[in-house]
């Protein structure tokens, strides 16, 4: 959904509001799709992201090699997942601004949640 609503902002580049007028990209829908995703629910996928992570990199023949591999791959997913959370923020910013009597698109989950997720 980012990557596309990103798209249709890029086609409009003076009105970002073109996005919002869209009923598949509606306020409610971003607030609705966001609400799914609090912080819990990050931790929770980076969790599972970490034993994958874990589970392939960590079985290796070399023990200090196996840690410094799965100790990468988790810094550069934390990176991912936090290039994602700015590209959202942005988003929300550009697209959804603040407005009298209508509410916030607000993103459940910070920076910290992710660091901390991936810090466990």
Same mark, same amino acid.
């Given at each position: 959904?980012?990557?596309s609503a990103e798209s249709i902002i !890029?086609?409009?580049? $003076?009105n970002p509001g073109a996005l919002a007028a869209r009923p598949s990209y509606s306020r409610k829908t971003m607030r609705t799709m966001l609400s799914t995703h @609090?912080? %819990? =629910?990050?931790?929770? $996928?980076i969790d599972t992201l970490r034993k994958r992570i =874990? %589970?392939?990199? $960590? =079985? !290796? @023949? @070399?023990?200090q090699l196996s840690r410094g591999l799965v100790a990468f791959v988790c810094k550069e997913c934390e990176r991912s997942y936090e290039r994602v959370l700015e590209r959202l923020e942005k988003l929300v910013e550009e697209a959804y601004p603040r407005a009298e009597g209508e509410k916030d698109v607000v993103i459940d989950f910070t920076k910290a949640d992710?660091? !901390? $997720?991936?810090?466990?």
């Open positions: 959904m980012l990557e !890029a086609t409009y580049p $003076g @609090d912080s %819990k =629910e990050v931790r929770r $996928g =874990e %589970k392939h990199f $960590g =079985e !290796a @023949d @070399d023990e992710i660091q !901390a $997720g991936f810090r466990r």
